[in-house]
T-cell receptor, first 113, second 117 residues
Framework: AQSVTQLGSHVSVSEGALVLLRCNYS??????LFWYVQYPNQGLQLLLK??????LVKGINGFEAEFKKSETSFHLTKPSAHMSDAAEYFC???????????FGQGTRLTINP | ETGVTQSPTHLIKTRGQQVTLRCSSQ?????VSWYQQALGQGPQFIFQ???????GRGNFPPRFSGLQFPNYSSELNVNALELDDSALYLC????????????????FGNGTRLTVT
């Protein structure tokens, strides 16, 4: 069965600092991996995805993530945090042939001025 | 292009009542999925519809049911509401094919916040 673990329910960084949000997954087959962002009172917006090919994936708003099969990880990074990055971030996995996305519990990112 | 739209945005119901939530999929998308997001949790998969038939279901009881219409819009129906059904219900659409197209990302609506008292 698939599962996703996001380490740290709350991460706080200063504006301009590195953002690192951690995600580990378990899957019996090669997974497809996603990061979504959720702003207050809104739905989920896709930041980036990994399906096949290059393991370093670039997304919107300056975010990127690296798929590391040996570590079963898909951590999300951004070199320099901006106040507008404050939101809830969800890592998700989907196995090939499966319909559903399995989400982690989410990480709330706070940016300090 | 028009994104995924959901209605209503907020809803308050009493325990034991029934509720219907509506979703219009993004233009060109033929598959609709529903997710339940309890407060402080990640979304959980309820079910998916493709070509007006349910083709995947999560761990939700039968009182959660759905429909998909020929224009790909969808409804989520919940009978005999319980207090724990209070959550944000998210609809997502994708341009999947019968074979799966499983790397197609989901496009989410802003959700319907249901409160059961």
């Amino acid at each position: 069965a698939q599962s996703v673990t996001q380490l740290g329910s709350h991460v706080s960084v200063s504006e301009g600092a590195l953002v690192l949000l951690r995600c580990n997954y378990s899957s019996s087959v090669p997974p497809y991996l996603f990061w979504y962002v959720q702003y207050p009172n809104q739905g989920l917006q896709l930041l980036l995805k990994y399906t096949t090919g290059a393991t370093l994936v670039k997304g919107i708003n300056g975010f990127e993530a690296e798929f590391k099969k040996s570590e079963t990880s898909f951590h999300l990074t951004k070199p320099s945090a901006h106040m507008s990055d404050a939101a809830e971030y969800f890592c998700a996995v989907r196995e090939a042939g499966a319909q559903k996305l399995v989400f982690g519990q989410g990480t709330r990112l706070t940016i300090n001025p | 292009e028009t994104g995924v739209t959901q209605s209503p945005t907020h809803l308050i119901k009493t325990r034991g009542q029934q509720v219907t939530l509506r979703c219009s999929s993004q233009s060109g998308h033929n598959t609709v999925s529903w997710y339940q997001q309890a407060l402080g949790q990640g979304p959980q998969f309820i079910f998916q519809y493709y070509r007006e038939e349910e083709n995947g279901r999560g761990n939700f009881p039968p009182r959660f049911s759905g429909l998909q219409f020929p224009n790909y819009s969808s409804e989520l129906n919940v009978n005999a509401l319980e207090l724990d059904d209070s959550a944000l219900y998210l609809c997502a659409s994708s341009p999947q094919t019968a074979g799966g197209g499983v790397n197609s990302p989901l496009h989410f609506g802003n959700g319907t916040r249901l409160t059961v008292t």
